[in-house]
């Protein structure tokens, strides 16, 4: 059995800085390829970063630069630093495997919301 909560979101101004963490049961961060999701209102879910399970990375174009992936498989732990926020980065965002989800997978979410 697989949970992902998602926490650490918030509201923060424009060119602020947030650290998201996502927390799964069981050992999924042993071997998977992780990521972390958006969907703002009105937008298609969009992968944002991605984590491989020997730590490369990859980022959507619009965050390099700002965002950092992470992992601690021993703590089945993943974070998001998201620097230089910009208003554009509203959403609610989702940690899942990556590329491809596991629709089962899906938390609550955390609400990230930036001000100008």
């Known amino acids: 059995q697989v949970q992902l909560v998602e926490s650490g979101g918030g509201l923060v101004q424009a060119g602020g800085s947030l650290r998201l963490s996502c927390i799964a049961s069981?050992?999924?961060?042993?071997?998977?390829?992780m990521g972390w999701y958006r969907q703002a209102p009105g937008k298609q879910r969009e992968l944002v970063a991605l984590?491989?399970?020997?730590?490369?990375?990859n980022y959507k174009d619009s965050v390099k630069g700002r965002f950092t992936i992470s992992r601690d498989n021993a703590k089945n732990t993943m974070y998001l630093q998201m620097d230089s926020l910009k208003p554009e980065d509203t959403a609610v965002y989702y940690c899942?495997?990556?590329?491809?989800?596991?629709?089962?997978?899906w938390g609550q979410g955390t609400q990230v919301t930036v001000s100008s």
């Open positions: 899942n495997r990556a590329p491809i989800v596991n629709t089962s997978y």
């Open positions: 069981g050992t999924i961060f042993n071997r998977n390829a």
């Open positions: 984590i491989t399970s020997g730590g490369g990375t």
